[in-house]
């Protein structure tokens, strides 16, 4: 943990692996996000409800070592895997052995992700389907192209009446700073992937948007907004 008391305003996004986490205070929800592996640096992100203490993993990426001691003795919940690629569920068969969460990940990539982990999928989810944090509710978007059954989740913080809200919505690697996901040069799911971005974040979402990617640092719907054309144009 960082040695300061985070507020939001402190929040950066930005950590490295081996590094201390960075933390985000909402009014109803703490955000944790902690880099793993030093040769591929994925973001892990716990959250946290404040009423409830209840908690949520999204992607147990590597380092259980680096996990458990986040989690701690409170318990999760839930382990969201935003899809099925091998860097993002290395740390998944350890983290479930040792809390008991329940595993989420998008319909179309639980097979693969249970057939790389040994970890039972219990809830195969899709467009619209809510993952719940205690009191404090997510939104599943389902963002194909990356890989078939990759899913954002979107948190639409309600704030206070003294500090109002703005959506924060974690990404894995459909979405990122400068840009969609790597579609490996396959030109029809880089077409389907940035059709889903532009339609279900861009078009939707507003520009106050955190977003959180699964590398690397965070961004903002409004910051990225401007080169959706370029994205399209370059074809990557």
Known sequence: MNDHSPTEDAYTGRVRPGGPADVRHL?????????????????????RCTATGEQVLIDAA???????????????????????????????????????????????????????????????????????????RLEVIALAGHTPGSIALLFDDPGTEAQPGHPHLFTGDSLFPGGV????????????????????????????????????DDSTIGAERPHLAEWRNRGW
Not at 29 to 47: F, H
């Open 27 to 47: 009014a109803d929800l703490t955000i944790t996000k902690v880099a793993v592996d030093e040769q591929m640096s994925n973001n892990c992100y716990l959250l």
């Open 62 to 136: 590597a380092e259980p070592e680096t996990l458990l001691p986040l989690i701690g003795d409170v318990g999760l919940q839930a382990v969201v895997t935003t899809h099925q690629h091998w860097d993002h569920h290395r740390a998944l068969a350890a983290v479930v052995n040792a809390t008991g969460a329940e595993v989420v990940a998008g319909a179309p990539d639980a097979d693969a992700i249970t057939e790389q982990t040994g970890v039972a999928v219990g809830r195969r989810v899709g467009q619209g389907d809510p993952v719940q944090v205690g009191e404090s």
């Open 181 to 216: 996901g790597n579609t490996f040069g396959d030109e029809a799911a880089f077409a389907q992937l940035i059709d889903e971005v532009e339609t279900k974040v861009f078009q939707r979402l507003p520009d106050s948007t955190w977003f959180y990617p699964g590398h690397g």
